[in-house]
């Protein structure tokens, strides 16, 4: 009696084991899939949206200040009401627009558009201009975790999230082929903390690099409405928003400081962090 227990015991785990598998296989061709189709999709919706010679694209890593420069740029290329709803209706994010199944806005020139695509997903003929903006990476791990736990994950540990961020190498990279740029785009590079410790001299640089016709008006708006205490004030012009339901708390707009992340990572963690911080950057020049 005792044997056959067993023996069922056996056969159970053995069983089950292989359904996991099944199901761990038949969720990565439904993965495989689904990412094919947003890639048409996406796709099909640059056809439509088109490539313009003076596209303004912003390109960041999530969570290293882009929504602040593009409030910057709204401000510089247009009239800077700052009446819309969305940042995303004046400044769009197509990757996710398209995403989502939404059109693609029609927008005056030059057109300010987000984007978090690696290097290699921009076409090497691409002939826009290109602001690069980055920051201090054990502040963006700090700020993605806090992101991820307060829309998505309130149990969300602070050291199980730094261990997948660490092991995919995902910001390492990013910021590695950016500032390599092999295809000569015309790219501005733009720290995150140079923006918080003198905003006016980075948008000055912006408005050489990008050469916009602007008024002194328009950069004092620019100043002012980039400003964390308006942005955090008027956050829901700018953070997803996922519907009420689904919002654990919402705090797009978080604390804009430099420096977390070194009081947040162990002596261990930031070895790790800086082991592959020389690893993948070694013969790269941060610009
Ligand atoms: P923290 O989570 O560290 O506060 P992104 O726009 O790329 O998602 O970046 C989000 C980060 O930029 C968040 O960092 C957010 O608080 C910060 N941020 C947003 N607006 C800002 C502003 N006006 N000034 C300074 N930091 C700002």
Redesign the pocket.
């Known amino acids: 009696m005792k044997v056959e227990t067993k023996y069922e015991e056996i056969g159970y785990d053995f069983l089950l084991k292989i359904l996991k598998s099944i199901i761990k296989f038949l969720s990565k061709i439904v993965g495989f899939f689904k990412k094919f189709e947003h890639k048409i999709r996406f796709q099909k919706f640059k056809l439509i949206f088109g490539d313009r010679d003076d596209d303004i694209y912003i390109s960041?890593y999530?969570?290293?200040?882009?929504?602040?420069t593009q409030?910057i740029l709204y401000c510089l290329t247009t009239d800077g009401k700052m009446d819309f709803n969305h940042i995303y209706d004046v400044s769009p994010w197509i990757r996710n627009a398209s995403f989502l199944r939404e059109k693609p806005v029609d927008i005056p020139s030059p057109r300010i558009i987000k984007t978090h695509d690696e290097y290699k997903d921009f076409s090497k003929d691409f002939k826009g201009k290109i602001i690069y903006v980055y920051r201090e990476g054990m502040?963006v791990a700090?700020?993605q975790y806090?992101?991820q736990k307060n829309y998505n994950n309130p149990d969300l540990e602070f050291d199980s999230f730094l261990k997948v961020f660490l092991k995919s190498k995902k910001w390492f990279n990013h910021l590695k082929l950016w500032m390599e740029n092999k295809n000569q785009f015309s790219i501005l590079y733009v720290k995150y903390e140079d923006?918080?410790n003198d905003k006016k001299k980075e948008i000055d640089r912006i408005i050489k690099f990008c050469g916009i016709k602007c008024s002194e008006m328009a950069i004092k708006r620019a100043l002012k409405y980039?400003?964390?205490e308006y942005?955090k004030k008027h956050e829901n012009k700018f953070g997803d928003q996922p519907p009420e339901s689904k919002r654990v708390f919402n705090e797009?707009?978080?604390?804009?400081?430099s420096g977390?992340g070194k009081h947040k990572f162990s002596d261990a963690q930031k070895k790790e962090f800086d082991g592959i911080f020389k690893k993948t950057l070694k013969n790269v020049q941060i610009k």
């Open positions: 960041t999530p969570k290293s200040g882009t929504t602040l409030v502040d700090v700020s806090n992101q923006l918080l980039s400003s964390f942005m797009f707009i978080r604390k804009g400081k977390e």
